[in-house]
């Protein structure tokens, strides 16, 4: 199963990142733990400076920008498959 976390406050690309996530695993029929991380000290502590942030299994593979459904599936299936 794959432990997913969106970094950010609840800004327009954060929530739109969750959603893109919850899509994607969808869509692709993964088992995933989709988690929204908004408390700033929690969000530092990934290193992230800009949000929204992405975290796939314990690593930062995005900041400060929204990837494509296609790129965001590529990455947890990597993901998946690295586990």
Do not use: F, R
Not at 20 to 30: D, I, K
Request: a negative charge.
């Amino acid at each position: 199963m794959l432990n997913i976390k969106v970094l950010g406050p609840g800004c327009t690309n954060c929530v739109t990142l969750e959603k893109l996530c919850n899509e994607a695993v969808a869509e692709n029929g993964l088992e995933a733990e989709i988690e929204k991380v908004t408390d700033y000290k929690d969000i530092m502590s990934y290193g992230i400076m800009s949000t929204p942030g992405l975290v796939i299994n314990g690593k930062v593979v995005l900041s400060g920008k929204l990837p494509t459904k296609s790129t965001l599936s590529h990455w947890l299936m990597n993901a998946l498959a690295t586990q």
